[in-house]
């Protein structure tokens, strides 16, 4: 059974940094892409940043510069460090995978059907 957890969520001020975490279990180490998609209210859930087993990493136009994505194989878990941060980038933060060693996977939310229950980030202004 697999299972995806978020943490690393919380409140901070306009050009604070966070690093959000997720553990997956269920999973073989490397055989998997993860990936961190976000959703605001009101809004639609869109892609954030992606790595693949192999290590190859992707990232949404808007992140690009201020955000990466790293895994720990040996610990079954995916980082995203978040530097810079944005009034804009608050939102529910979640995690999510698919089984298999697939190159550069899209950004998208339909490739991935496993999901974790989210973590809250808030930037203040």
């Known amino acids: 059974q697999v299972r995806l957890v978020e943490s690393g969520g919380g409140q901070v001020q306009d050009g604070g940094s966070l690093t959000l975490s997720c553990t997956a279990s269920?999973?073989?180490?490397?055989?998997?892409?993860a990936v961190w998609f976000r959703q605001a209210p009101g809004k639609e859930r869109e892609g954030v940043a992606n790595?693949?087993?192999?290590?190859?990493?992707n990232y949404a136009e808007f992140v690009k510069g201020r955000f990466t994505i790293s895994r720990d194989n040996a610990k079954n878990k995916v980082f995203l460090q978040m530097n810079s941060l944005k009034p804009e980038d608050s939102a529910m933060y979640y995690c999510?995978?698919?089984?298999?060693?697939?190159?550069?996977?899209?950004?998208?939310?339909?490739?991935?059907?496993?999901w974790g229950q989210g973590t809250q980030v808030t930037v203040s202004s």
């Open positions: 999510g995978a698919r089984r298999g060693l697939y190159a550069r996977p899209p950004l998208t939310p339909g490739y991935f059907p496993d």
């Open positions: 269920g999973y073989t180490h490397d055989s998997y892409s």
């Open positions: 790595i693949d087993g192999y290590g190859n990493t």
